[in-house]
């Protein structure tokens, strides 16, 4: 039996009731014009499902237990709603204001993020800088009252949308690769320029977007914690943010379980339900044990972040066989279908959209070089010791 608080189960209800209400509904709108309506951020955000981690004085419930989100990327999964990636705003780039942010900053930005007037995004992925932040070539100057940043970004999530990126650039003059400074860059700010809404194999609602920095003068009270140590910061997250695409990859593979499973039962062949096939039992059986296996792993993991244990060749193993299972499990899905791979089906969309998965927050083979590492360590212990 998974473990939610009587509130937590009270939460999740509320939240699929507003996903089908006001999200759901639009949804084939928004890919269409590949963009998510800002209005998405603002009803979350009245409603108190946007952040829930910061503290009432900034308009959220300050509670920092993990599974308020892991029950929002479920539902948002369950419901199609996939393309409206709100936990990137709330959980993935918001908590840099909380952990490295200043009391003004957090005074200054953070009520309106809650609020869903302020969207988020976080740009560090460059042409030639993708899982190698090393090789990134961005850079900030300091100019003594304010740094000047230079560069560009790609593939940038809610790049359209957001109204507050936090950039990550490297030190000029440093002599340490790894010493990279976090800024606080603003719309509006002179310099700052946006690219074309870049088109995707999948996820088309997502606004993912090049972003331009030619000049721009940010000032001191927008660094976010100490010039120069931008890198461990950005390595500070990355256990959590690999859970959460970890949380988000077995949600969408056991909402791709079900709907195949619907589907086969239904899709006769030869006379006979294809569900009464023996490949299809074989293969949807071997399906369901591997979900529900990698399900149990990725809860654990939930539980050790929330006691502060959740390490990041944890992180790495959730990462990596929860994003390989769905995608085992939506080809499969594909297969069973006969003609899923029309549009009008949905598991085509969530074939496509679910591809990059094995890519984000870290690709399968990044996942495979930590988890090596963590193996061949002299750090490594045997569960049976």
């Known amino acids: 039996m998974r473990s939610f608080t009587e509130d937590q189960v009270i939460f999740r209800d509320s939240y699929r009731k507003f996903l089908a209400s006001e999200i759901a509904p639009h949804m084939e709108e928004w890919r269409e014009a590949g963009i998510v ?89 460059e042409p030639g800088a993708g899982s190698d ?3 990134m070539r961005t850079t900030a100057e300091d100019k003594g009252d304010h740094f000047l940043l230079n560069g560009s970004k790609t593939y940038i999530s809610n790049g359209i949308n957001s109204d507050v990126v936090i950039v990550a650039a490297k030190l000029a003059g440093a002599e340490k690769k790894h010493a990279m400074v976090l800024l606080i860059v603003e719309r509006g700010m002179e310099g700052f320029a946006r690219g074309r809404n870049l088109k995707k194999m999948g996820m088309p609602a997502q606004d993912t977007a090049e972003l331009f920095f030619n000049n721009v003068k940010v000032p001191k009270a927008n660094v976010l ?25 077995i949600a969408n593979g056991r909402k791709a379980f079900d709907i195949t499973r619907a589907y086969v039962m239904d899709r006769k062949l030869f006379g006979r339900p294809l569900a009464e096939q023996q490949n299809t039992q074989f293969r949807m059986a071997e399906m369901d044990a591997e979900i529900d296996l990698v399900q149990v792993y990725v809860d654990h993991c939930v539980a050790e972040h929330n006691a502060g244990r959740l390490t990041s060749n944890m992180g790495a193993k959730a990462k990596m066989m929860s994003s390989e ?49 963590d193996v061949f360590s002299e750090h490594y212990k045997s569960i049976l010791d």
């Open 225 to 249: 914690g100490e010039p120069g140590r931008g890198f461990y910061y950005l390595m500070e997250g990355l256990a959590e943010e690999r859970l959460i695409s970890a949380v988000g990859s």
């Open 325 to 373: 299972v769905e995608w085992k499990m939506l080809d499969l899905g594909v297969q069973l279908h006969g003609a899923g791979y029309m549009d009008e089906y949905p598991i085509s969309r969530m074939f496509t959209d679910a591809r990059v998965n094995r890519i984000l927050a870290g690709s399968s083979e990044v996942m495979r070089l930590i988890i090596g590492r």
């Open 133 to 135: 932040l090393a090789g």
């Open 37 to 125: 309506d800002r209005s998405a951020f603002k009803k979350a955000g009245d409603l108190g499902f946007l952040m829930i981690w910061p503290e009432e004085k900034y308009g959220g419930m300050g509670d920092e237990d993990f599974r308020y989100e892991q029950i929002i990327i479920e539902e948002t999964a369950r419901s199609g709603c996939k393309g409206w990636y709100n936990t990137l705003h709330s959980r993935l780039v918001g908590p840099y204001f909380k952990r490295f942010g200043t009391e003004e900053q957090r005074d200054r930005f953070l009520p309106k993020c809650v609020s869903g007037e302020t969207i988020l995004a976080i740009a560090m992925t």
